[in-house]
């Protein structure tokens, strides 16, 4: 097992070929404005930042177009109300790099983002970006290095936006359930599912 593992470059780029062409000439180091059309059609992005304590994938989404571009260079995203883990944000602190990955529902590409990133606290943009009278706590501007669309090839194969293929709820386990399990039920799943509901829809902003 241990002689089939590729451990070099010069291994992995035999394996795998040249890159093809119109995969590197899509990546460029600013937002075009076809690109920028999808960061405003879109409702849902993975942030992803890496520090010395380890990585960090954070879903983030609101209406479409929640990340405001401010010019063909930088974005704004606001920090919203979560969990206060606050991973991707110690991990800015110690390592500005990001990555951010746009989905556009219905939609097959998706839009890869790499940057770096700064944590604002400026108040006037706070106030700009409050929603139902709420601020976020923190903004984050990001600094665009390189920008490029993903093939729908995954999306595709996963049908993601396919209703047929949804799966309900109820097939997996509850957010409770999980608790009471990995807390060995320190937490109670049935109270815990039970005040979930209205707990999210007045926490969102």
């Known amino acids: 097992m241990a002689d089939q593992i590729v451990r070099d470059r010069a291994a992995l780029e035999a394996l795998y070929g040249e890159v093809n062409e119109v995969s590197a000439l ?11 059309a999808f960061i405003i059609a879109s409702p849902f992005a993975v942030l992803s930042t890496s520090g010395p304590h380890g990585l960090d994938a954070s879903p983030r989404g609101d209406t479409p177009g929640f990340v405001e571009i401010v010019d063909d260079k ?27 990955l746009f989905l556009v529902p219905g939609i097959g590409e998706t839009l890869r983002v790499n940057g770096t990133a700064e944590i604002s606290i400026d108040p006037d943009l706070l106030a700009r970006f409050a929603v139902q009278g709420k601020a976020p ?8 290095e390189s920008v490029f669309f993903q093939c729908s090839r995954a999306v595709i194969r996963s049908e993601l936006w396919n209703p047929d293929r949804h799966i309900a709820r109820s097939a997996l386990p509850s957010t409770g359930e999980i608790l009471a399990a990995v807390t ?4 109670d799943a049935q109270t815990y599912d039970r005040e979930l509901p209205p707990r999210l829809k007045a926490t969102l902003y």
């Open 74 to 100: 930088t974005l704004l995203l606001a920090d919203r109300r979560g969990n206060n883990r606050i991973d991707s944000l110690r991990n800015i602190l110690d390592n500005p790099s990001v990555a951010l």
């Open 137 to 144: 706590r923190s903004m984050l501007v990001v600094h665009i």
């Open 184 to 187: 060995h039920d320190r937490i």
């Open 26 to 36: 899509n990546e460029i180091t600013y937002l075009h404005p076809h690109y920028a």
